[in-house]
C-alpha cells in the first residue's frame, strides 16, 4: 500500500532524532517517536518498513506511527517528537459570583404562579438576568448538584 506520508529525514533532523535517542532525561514516548522516524526514512538506504513492522519493532501502534509521520510532514521534526499537550480547561459556563446568585434565587420564593422553583425555571431566570452566557438546563442541574441545594 502506498504510504501518504513520506519522511525523508535531513541531515539535521536526523542528527536531532539521535540525540533524542542518546539523551538521558527524554521520555520513553519521545524515543519511541524518534525511532519511527529513524526507521521510515527513506534517505537512510536501507529497505522500506511499512507502518506494521515499524509499529511492532517501535512497540507502538500503526496509529501513532500515521500520527508521528503526518506530524513530521505538516510541522517538523519538533512537533513529532513532542508530546501534545491538552488543549487546556474549557471556559466555564457559569462564574463562581453567578452560581451564587443562581442559588439565591433557588432558595428564595418561587416567582408567582409556581408552587416551586424548577430547573427550567431557574434556567429561564438565569438567563433573562445574564447570570450565564452559554449553558443549559443541564448546566444549571449539575451546578446544583454539585453545590448540594435542593428544590423543594
Do not use: F
Not at 504510504?3 to 539521535?18: G, M, N, T, W
Amino acid at each position: 500500500m502506498k504510504r501518504k506520508y513520506r519522511v525523508a529525514l535531513s541531515e539535521s533532523d536526523k542528527q536531532h532524532a539521535i540525540e533524542v535517542l542518546k539523551k538521558t532525561g527524554t521520555t520513553e514516548t519521545c524515543k519511541k517517536r524518534a525511532n519511527v522516524l529513524l526507521m521510515a526514512d527513506e534517505n537512510a538506504g536501507q529497505e522500506k518498513h511499512t507502518k506494521a513492522e515499524i509499529a511492532a519493532k517501535c512497540e507502538v501502534s500503526e496509529m501513532t506511527v500515521y500520527n508521528v509521520l503526518k506530524e513530521y510532514n505538516q510541522n517538523g521534526i519538533v512537533q513529532a517528537l513532542s508530546i501534545k499537550k491538552p488543549a487546556g480547561e474549557r471556559k466555564r459556563a457559569i462564574i463562581y459570583e453567578n452560581e451564587l446568585k443562581i442559588i439565591e434565587l433557588a432558595k428564595g420564593a418561587p416567582p408567582p404562579g409556581h408552587a416551586r422553583w424548577t430547573i427550567r425555571l431557574l434556567t429561564e431566570r438565569a438567563r433573562e438576568q445574564q447570570l450565564m452566557e452559554t449553558g443549559s438546563r443541564e448546566t444549571i442541574r449539575r451546578m446544583l448538584k454539585r453545590r448540594a441545594v435542593r428544590l423543594d
